[in-house]
């Protein structure tokens, strides 16, 4: 008798079942809904045919199995049962019947049910209030749950910027506004009289001409820049209400360190959910086979082509992670003079890319403060020549942006790296191109104001040109902004619609080489990122920004939405909700960690202009807060000292990363413990195997002993070393006890 | 329209709620649908015994282009004859454990069923097979090779077998996929 063979069939090819292993408690928890025995002819052994030849032996074990359920299943809710309604409405009844309660604790269930369901009526609501529902599950239908998540992340900027709009709007333009109606007195900052505090009205006299005003409103100067668009406007000190005195500068201070915080905590909030799954996993790899297989249909698809091609796009991923392994091999086994090959055309590459990237910040750079000196030069030329050079830098930085992808592409063929690798690595370089771009224009806007004709700036930075800074800051992103939304809508009218129409009329080479525009979801996701950043870093020069921004996302989503529908068609490479939600939220932190850069650096270490702004009457804007602390009593501004002295944060320093490494001990330590109990869990199959053979084997030699008849049984053995044998084709047969042992009834 | 059983009156409506993971308005949505696969038979359905086939289940858009809708009908069925009529209870069943609400516990019992081509319990060799050949593509072309078949099953196993039986059980699958952080949100149909 081979060792090893468990299961094994009769001649007859009928599969019946062992009764003892019909009463394993974890054969119970596997009990389907049909009770009906009708599965003789199966070769495979159905549930239907195990639970019809058990007879009485089942009766009784799965009442007590059904009672044990029940004791366990008792606190909770009981639609979390998997049972038809039928058997949910029996059970319930029963329930009811059973627990016989008085009037009080039936008062109380029927309260904690009304309780329930108010709270799921309002959830209802609110979710029904969200934006977009109906175009969002149209979207879904049509291409999955990847371009799905680009969606939701545009309705979450949306949000996003309305939220902030709101927390500047109500401490700082919202008390100058009913300062009048609320008989506040407003004090303005005083002018000293300093030349540094000369501010030219820059306000055109005279007849103006239309197209004037075009260009005012496109560039921001002109009639917009004395209004509470820019920072310019808010010289106000302080406002006395009845009770109270409120000081704008320290609230225009609050409310920028407000919104970087809220930022900053809804986006951990809102990837925290995925973060999570993702970190308990103990394996490295963030895409699992079984993911991709499980859960790798959206069964939401209810269009045709979609889900032909989520098929065909799934087909390519797995075909993609199979080739991976054998990438994986093909490295391994690179010799030592191809390794040093391609170490020399990596770096080679790398250079030219740095050198590519250093070309265009310098570029930058160049339009920045050629277009800066052509603004202060104040002649009334072509007003849209004029137009052009205060667009010059958006226009560098767009063209930059566009043509630097198809060049990363290009070069990351070349580099010979596995192709997951490959799409992250251009994804960085792309991201990396497109958050600095901002950071040097910006740099090159502060080299511009803190040049002076003479060695030192008199007021810190440079008066004569720059009256008031912060304004000219607010406009260069007011006008990154507009631009930014031209471009897209542009791009989509004149080159998507086009484009599809090529596609469809016209059947010449080039055009189908071309091919229909694919619907790149990283590209747009660092579209949007890129006019966040800048929404986040203008907000504190141009406070009513993000609601700007909000209009702005909200026409991108029906833009995009509509090109979608109409021109686009799904990715070949499929991009997965779950990376992509973690790609998105971590892109976004990115552009938040250097949106907070600029702002920390203008607030702390440049000196506010003194013409203009809340802040005339301090050093720099930080100043605020150190004079209002300074005026409150002795024991808070002991307090805030302690707070903020090097003690205090060498102190807490230490105590994060001794809290930081607990938890890293403790996670390893977890690991180990889920390890071993792998280990056992195997262990322990194999132990139940042995012993059912034994018991098998016990029960043949028994019936055998009996009643003497010879047995026939033809085994053919699966061999349970490896987990798949090549004749492990036909699953597990059971073993058929006699048809007369004493065993069965 | 019919009256009596083949409306929706409060009280069934409530107890339909509790029952279910759906709201109000999704039941009505449900019934109305239910009520139109109805079309042009003389009486009107009784709700809770009136089946109806399942060739006429497999219309309704959401799951037209499902490759698992036969599967589905089976799974929800409660007729004895097996043939994969539901009732409008069995239809409710089915939304109730697609929707949204729906904890991860009922999705991934209801998906293990599904997958569970032959009904045996266990998801083996045969079911993952016939598994990934539904998912990638029925025509020849457009399914992966053998070999790439059994590498990726191997490739499962080896990630969700964790009693290394050489199958998935129901407990190993609810493991595998408590870590998907894909399953939610695929799973999940809404009318």
């Known amino acids: 008798m081979d060792s090893d063979a468990v299961f094994y069939t009769d001649r007859s090819g009928i599969v019946t079942s062992n009764p003892l292993l019909d009463q394993l408690p974890s054969y119970q928890s596997l009990l389907y809904r049909r009770k009906s025995s009708n599965g003789g002819t199966k070769r495979r052994p159905s549930s239907r045919s195990r639970l019809g030849s058990s007879g009485s032996w089942k009766l009784s ?434 080159v998507e619609f086009p484009r599809k129409m090529m596609v469809q009329y016209c059947d010449c080479g080039v055009v189908r080489w071309w091919g229909q525009q694919e619907f790149a979801i990283p590209q747009n996701v660092l579209e949007i990122v890129y006019g966040q950043t800048i929404c986040w870093i203008g907000t504190f020069y141009c406070p009513i920004l993000p609601a700007i921004c909000t209009i702005k996302y909200f026409f991108i989503f029906y833009i995009k939405k509509v090109s979608l529908i109409k021109n686009c068609r799904p990715a070949t490479r499929p991009f997965r909700a779950s990376s992509s939600h973690f790609f998105f939220l971590g892109v976004l932190l990115i552009g938040l960690a250097l949106a907070c850069l600029p702002v920390t650096v203008s607030v702390a270490q440049i000196s506010s202009s003194q013409a203009c702004g809340p802040f005339v009457n301090y050093s720099t804007s930080w100043e605020v807060l150190p004079a209002t602390v300074a005026q409150l009593p002795n024991g808070a501004q002991n307090l805030l000292y302690a707070l903020s002295s090097e003690v205090f944060a060498v102190s807490f320093f230490v105590v994060t990363c001794l809290a930081m490494f607990y938890v890293i001990a403790l996670a390893g330590a977890h690991k180990r413990v889920i390890n071993q109990l792998r280990e056992q869990l195997a262990m322990e199959g194999r132990d139940k195997r042995f012993l059912i053979q034994k018991l098998c084997q016990a029960q043949g030699n028994r019936a055998v002993q009996s009643k003497s008849q010879p047995q026939t049984r033809s085994r053919s053995s699966p061999s349970y070393h490896t987990s798949f044998s090549s004749n492990f084709s036909e699953s597990v047969f059971l073993a058929h006890p006699p048809p007369h042992s004493s065993t069965h009834v | 329209m019919g009256t009596g059983a083949s409306q929706l009156d409060k009280d069934s409506l409530l107890k339909y709620e509790e029952l279910t993971f759906l709201t109000k308005q999704e039941i009505l949505l449900a019934h109305k649908k239910f009520i139109q696969l109805f079309e042009g038979k003389k009486r009107p359905p009784e709700l809770q015994t009136s089946r109806v086939p399942k060739h006429k289940i497999i219309t309704v858009l959401e799951l037209q282009y499902n490759p698992f809708r036969d599967r589905i009908c089976h799974v929800f069925s409660t007729s004895e004859m097996n043939n994969g009529s539901l009732t409008f209870e069995d239809f409710l069943d089915l939304l109730s454990a697609f929707s949204d609400s729906a904890t991860l516990e009922i999705k991934s019992h209801y998906a293990f069923r599904i997958f569970d081509f032959d009904d045996d319990g266990t998801l083996g060799c045969g079911d993952l097979e016939k598994l990934i050949n539904l998912l990638t593509g029925e025509t020849e072309d457009t399914s992966l090779k053998d070999d790439k078949v059994k590498q990726l099953i191997n490739n499962i196993l080896e990630e969700s077998d964790i009693d290394k039986d050489g199958t998935v059980n129901l407990s190993e699958f609810q493991h595998v996929v408590s870590r998907s952080p894909d399953f939610v949100s695929s799973f999940k149909i809404v009318l």
């Open chain 1, 61 to 494: 074990t799965v009442t007590r199995q059904e009672e044990k359920q029940r004791g366990q299943t008792l606190q909770r809710p009981i639609r979390e049962l998997a049972k038809t309604i039928n058997e949910k409405r029996t059970y319930k009844k029963q329930q009811d019947e059973a627990r016989e309660l008085s009037s009080w604790g039936q008062w109380r269930q029927s309260t904690r049910r009304y309780l329930r369901r108010l709270k799921e009526e309002a959830q209802g609501w609110f979710s029904s209030l969200k934006l977009w529902r109906g175009d969002i599950r149209l979207i879904e239908g049509m291409f999955g749950t990847g371009i799905l998540s680009y969606f939701s992340f545009l309705r979450f900027l949306v949000m996003l910027n309305l939220i902030i709009f709101l927390i500047m709007f109500s401490f700082v333009i919202l008390p100058i506004i009913i300062a009048p109606k609320s008989s506040g007195n407003i004090t303005y900052s005083q002018s000293n009289g300093n030349v540094c505090s000369v501010y030219p009205s820059s306000a055109r006299r005279g007849l103006v001409v239309f197209h004037e005003h075009l260009t005012d409103l496109l560039s921001g100067g002109g009639f917009l820049e004395d209004t509470y668009l820019f920072y310019g406007y808010y010289k106000v000190d302080k406002i006395h209400f009845a009770q109270i005195t409120y000081s704008l500068p320290l609230a225009y201070l609050l409310a920028t360190v407000a919104y970087m915080f809220l930022s900053l905590i809804w986006i951990v909030k809102r990837s925290a959910t995925g973060f999570k799954q993702n970190l308990i996993q103990d394996e490295d790899r963030f895409q699992s086979f079984c993911n991709k297989i499980f859960a790798g249909w959206d069964f939401c698809i209810t269009d045709k082509n979609a889900a032909r091609l989520k098929r065909s796009s799934l087909l390519y991923e797995l075909k993609t992670d199979l080739e991976e392994e054998r990438i994986k091999q093909k490295i391994a086994d690179r010799t030592r003079k191809e390794r040093c090959r391609i170490y020399l055309i990596r770096l080679i590459l790398n250079f030219f890319v740095i050198g590519v990237l250093a070309g265009c910040f310098y570029s930058i750079y160049l339009a920045t403060i050629f277009s800066q000196e052509a603004q202060m030069k104040d002649e009334k030329g072509n007003s849209h020549i004029d137009l052009i050079i205060e667009y010059l830098p958006s226009i560098v930085i767009t063209l930059a942006n566009f043509i630097n992808p198809l060049l990363f592409s290009i070069i990351i063929n070349y580099e010979d790296y596995s192709p997951a690798f490959e799409i992250r690595f251009t994804l960085m370089r792309c991201v990396f191109m497109r958050l600095t771009s901002i950071g040097v224009l910006l740099f090159s806007l502060w080299s511009q104001i803190t040049k002076c004709k003479e060695e030192t700036c008199i007021c810190g930075y440079n008066h004569v040109l720059y009256s008031c800074w912060e304004t000219r800051v607010g406009q260069e992103m007011y006008k990154l902004t507009i631009f930014d939304f031209i471009i897209i809508a542009a791009v989509t009218l004149f």
